[in-house]
């Protein structure tokens, strides 16, 4: 059974750093592309970043983009978010999801981790 549990969520003031992780089980986690979406109160869940199986390639939304930084430890089954400058539209719940590589469709994904951005 896959499992995918974020941690690290919490409130924060503009400006501020916070870091997630995603800790996965259940899964041979080196061969999966990994990532991380949002989703405020009101508003659809929207992509963050992905990284992929190895490690080597990222991918941002231009919202987050030198700002926040998605790493994995593939010998750890666990993947990271490192968010700083944060802002208040940064205000979301924050889920991590899982892919096989080469495939198109996220099928696994976490319970959430409530980040809030005090301005």
């Known amino acids: 059974q896959v499992q995918l549990v974020e941690s690290g969520g919490g409130l924060v003031q503009a400006g501020g750093s916070l870091r997630l992780s995603c800790a996965a089980s259940?899964?041979?986690?080196?061969?999966?592309?990994m990532g991380w979406f949002r989703q405020a109160p009101g508003k659809e869940r929207e992509f963050v970043t992905h990284?992929?199986?190895?490690?080597?390639?990222?991918r941002y939304a231009d919202s987050v983009k030198g700002r926040f930084t998605i790493s994995r430890d593939n010998a750890k089954n666990t993947m990271f978010l490192e968010m700083n400058s944060l802002k208040p539209e940064d205000t979301a719940v924050y889920y991590c999801?899982?892919?096989?590589?080469?495939?198109?469709?996220?099928?696994?994904w976490g319970q959430g981790t409530q980040v809030t951005v005090s301005s």
């Open positions: 999801a899982a892919r096989r590589d080469g495939v198109t469709g996220y099928d696994h």
């Open positions: 259940g899964l041979t986690f080196s061969r999966y592309v």
């Open positions: 990284i992929g199986s190895s490690g080597r390639v990222t």
